[in-house]
Structure formats: C-alpha cells, structure tokens
C-alpha cells in the first residue's frame, strides 16, 4: 500500500519523492546532492531521516533515480 488513511500525507514516501523530484527539477540538473535535499526538505518540515529513506526507495523502486554516494542520479530513459 503506497498510502495509508492512517498516515500523514505531508510525510508519505509519495509527497516527499514528489519534493525530491521538484528540487532536482527546480535545479535543472541531472544529479543533486543528499545533502542538498536533506536542507530542501527540512523546509517543508520534514526532518526524519526515515522520511527522507521512503521517499528514495520510491524513486529508486520505481526506475526514476540511481544513486553513486553523495549523490541521487535521474536515470536516462535508455537505462
């Protein structure tokens, strides 16, 4: 289940990999830092880490994102 009635929408692995990927969008790159996103999301009161772990998975799990440490990677579309 992606989203539960019982959790918070402003903490779910959905709405922070959506944060994630308007930051990486905002930026115009193609890869940012984890602590560039970790700051980002702070803003919008988000500081858990394990907030911050779900909404990767999501976008690891999903295809959109690779990593290679520090950094979060937007996969090419011919991967």
């Known amino acids: 289940m992606l989203l ?14 959506t944060l994630i ?23 919008h009161n988000i500081t858990r880490y394990r907030h911050l772990f779900f909404g990767l998975a999501f976008l690891y799990s999903s295809g959109i994102v690779d990593f290679q440490e520090p950094f979060i990677y937007i996969k090419n579309k011919n991967d």
């Open 4 to 17: 539960s009635k019982d959790e918070n929408i402003k903490t779910s692995s959905i709405y922070v990999a």
């Open 21 to 43: 990927l308007k930051q990486i969008q905002k930026k115009k790159v193609d890869k940012i830092s984890i602590f560039d996103v970790s700051k980002e999301l702070k803003k």
